[in-house]
Each structure stands twice: as C-alpha cells, then as structure tokens.
C-alpha cells in the first residue's frame, strides 16, 4: 500500500529519520497534531477516515507524523530503538519544529499512550484527544495485553506463515500489517518494546476526550482512563479497534472537542 508523499522529514535524537506531513492554512487556533496507531500510518489512520479533511475544513492547520517504524519514517529493526519514550521524543522533537507556542495533540491506539505520556510533561500541549484506549491504561500502564499479548503481536508478524498463527488478536494485526506492506521486523521490535508501566495521567493539564469504539476490546470502560485524568471525559462511539475511525461520528467528535475547548479558552 502506498502514502501520500510527507511534507518533510527531521533527524530524530537517535539519528532515525521522522517523516511528517502539513495541511491547511495558517491560522490563529493553535495547530493540531495526530499520531496513528500501531501498524497504521498517517494516511490510514487520519486522511482515509476522513479526520485531516474534516480538521482543515474547520480552519484548522495539521501535522501528522508517521511514528519510528512505520510509514515513510526510518525503520530500525533493534527494540532498543523503539517503545513509546522514544516515540514521545520524536513528537516533542515535531512540536519544535512546527514552533507554536501551544498545539492540540490527537492520538489512537498506540498513537494515545504516547500522546498521554507526552502530555504529562509537555505543556505545549493544551488540547489533547485519546482514542482507541481504555481502562488497561490505568490498570496496565499500556496496551491490554488481558486481549492481546505483546509477545503473541511479535511472534504472529515474525512468522513465516501466518496460517501457524493462533492468536486471533495478533493474527489480525499480523493481516493489517501484510495489507499495509509494513517492515514486519521494525513492528515486531516496537511490539517487544511497548509501554507497561504506569502513566503519570494525573499530571496531565490539557482537557482531554477518551474515545473509543463501543465495540473495541482493547479499549473497553474508556471512563476509568477519563476518570484518572484531571479534565478527562470519555465518548463511546460505534466500531471496533479497526472500525471506529472510519464510523461517521469518529472525525466530527474530535473536531467538536477542539473547536469547543479552542472557543473557550
């Protein structure tokens, strides 16, 4: 599968090259970040589903990055290279770039545990959107690996036939990595590497939106993640973990959230 071209690219702290993409014009609202989900990348995740178009079309200017591993960025097939630390330092990395002031962070999946984690330190970030998580980031520090362990995700996309696989929840990462034409090594070492240690959520000063589909199973009870954040509150929407960002209310739910929170500050 083939993405859109990136607007341009930056050297990690680590020498991993970060790709990135720009839309829309300058405005006075601070800009918008996304950050996808593991396996997906910024066309999949936010132009296909509709959200980058939906956010220029309400005056918004947008970023996106495709995450160390994935996309067009660099993909380094060491786990030391990876996890959501590293990838919260790529994002930071991005915000210096961009050069505002205050920006408004929306992630999914994966793309929310570094958001969450970045939040917490960086106060550039005054609006942020976490979708595709749940209560296991409260109780787990990560991923719901009670659904889908870590091990099982990196032993289904290292396996040379994915008829071996066993899992259902690895085999249908491993299926979205093959449609995606993915480096299943590089995914394979972000997926021994992921966050499982607890967040700082009550740190976290920007008013936050929980989202996830009603239908996602490493996302269920998004209230307790809204809950164990200051000014979080959640939103159920119809979809599973793959489905939900396409279902009509998913892109006009996070415009809403950032237009009313950038209206009344």
């Known amino acids: 599968m083939t993405e859109s071209a990136p607007h341009g690219s930056f050297p990690s702290f680590d020498g991993v090259q970060i790709a990135y993409y720009e839309w829309g014009d300058q405005s006075a609202l601070a800009p918008v970040v996304l950050h996808h989900g593991f396996v997906a990348n910024t066309e ?9 178009a939906a956010l220029v079309a309400a005056g918004r200017h947008v970023y996106a990055l495709d995450a160390r591993g994935h996309g067009a960025s660099g993909k380094p097939h060491d786990a030391a290279s990876y996890g959501e630390g590293a990838m919260s330092r790529d ?21 929310s ?36 362990r870590r091990d099982a995700i990196a032993a289904a996309l290292l396996a040379d036939d994915p008829a071996t696989i066993t899992d259902r929840g690895a085999a249908g ?18 997926a021994s590497a992921v966050h499982l240690a607890s967040l700082p959520l009550a740190d976290i000063a920007a ?27 959640a939103l159920v929407i119809p979809g599973d973990h793959f489905t939900a960002v396409t279902d009509p209310a998913f892109a006009p739910a996070i415009v809403e959230f950032l237009d009313t929170a950038a209206s009344s500050s």
């Open 207 to 233: 008013p936050t939106l929980v989202l996830a589909g009603a239908s996602d199973p490493v996302a269920v009870r998004p209230q307790v993640l809204a809950a164990a954040i200051p000014d979080g509150r």
């Open 113 to 148: 545990l570094v958001s969450l984690l970045t939040a917490a330190t960086d106060r550039r970030i005054t609006r942020l959107v976490a979708g595709g998580v749940g209560a296991s980031v409260v109780e787990l520090g990560g991923p719901d690996s009670r659904v889908v």
């Open 91 to 111: 994002l930071r990395m991005l915000f210096d770039l961009i050069g505002a002031p205050q920006v408004h962070l929306v992630g999914y999946s994966m793309g």
């Open 44 to 52: 999949v995740n936010w132009e296909v589903p509709g959200v980058v």
């Open 173 to 190: 990462f491993r299926r979205f990595a093959d449609a995606m034409g993915a480096d299943r090594l590089a995914l394979a070492a972000h």
